[in-house]
């Protein structure tokens, strides 16, 4: 954040478009994981957003003695007691988007449609090698379709729905998601908080 760059440590181009279109129309350059030639390995076995979210940005901070920024984010099912959590990137196979949604689809076959309420959730943390970590959060709630719409966004944006926009985030643009979604919120959150942790 320092140098107007900011070090994100994910390796989700998702979540980085997501970022980008929050942070590059205010003068940031955003850079991931996806550009350093030797990328940590994170090994993301925290039992919570947040333990996982710092574990990300301590494991760059440490490497690159550089303030970081981490997003852990999950989805949280009501009638599945807040699966998949923290288990949402590995819900039925490791990153495998169709697979995880396949499986969230077929533990609700038999829920109905005001029963398949969400919430999406983000920790945000940012470390440096000299300041205590800044942690925000932002969530949004939504219902779960029958079946996927949509082929914008990552992950399990086609069948999160939001009834006040008639769509999933799948239909919305990033800056439309941004506006209403878990990360838009936390990044806000981040926003107006920086420049007083900073100092
Ligand atoms: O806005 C979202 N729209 C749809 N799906 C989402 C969203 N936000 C998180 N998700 C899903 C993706 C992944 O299955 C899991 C997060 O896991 P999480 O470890 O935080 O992210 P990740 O492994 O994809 O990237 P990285 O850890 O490198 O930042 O929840
Ligand atoms: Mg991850």
């Not at 719409?149 to 919305?172: E, I, N």
Request: charged share 25%; net charge neutral; hydrophobic share 40%.
């Amino acid at each position: 954040m320092n140098l107007k760059k900011i070090l994100i440590a994910t390796k989700n181009p998702g979540k980085a478009r997501e970022f980008r279109s929050f942070f590059e129309p205010r003068g940031f350059k955003i850079i991931t994981l996806n550009d350093l030639e030797n990328p940590p390995q994170i090994i993301e076995n925290g039992r919570s957003f947040t333990e996982n979210a710092l574990i990300k940005a301590n494991a760059l901070t440490k490497k690159l003695q550089t303030t970081t920024l981490a997003d852990d984010s999950g989805l949280m099912v009501s009638a599945l007691n807040g699966e998949p959590g923290v288990f949402s990137a590995r819900y039925a196979a490791d990153h495998d988007d169709a697979a995880n949604n396949q499986k969230l689809l077929n533990k609700l076959v038999n829920v109905p449609n005001e029963k398949r309420d969400a919430i999406f959730h983000t920790t945000l943390v940012v470390t440096s090698p000299n300041h205590q970590p800044l942690i925000v959060e932002g969530e949004v709630k939504g219902y779960i379709l029958q079946q996927p719409a949509g082929h914008d966004g990552f992950g399990y944006d086609p069948l999160f729905y939001l009834p006040q926009f008639y769509k999933t985030f799948a239909q919305m643009s990033v800056a439309e998601k941004n506006q209403v979604s878990h990360r838009g919120q936390a990044i806000k959150r981040l926003a107006e908080k920086f420049d007083d942790w900073w100092e």
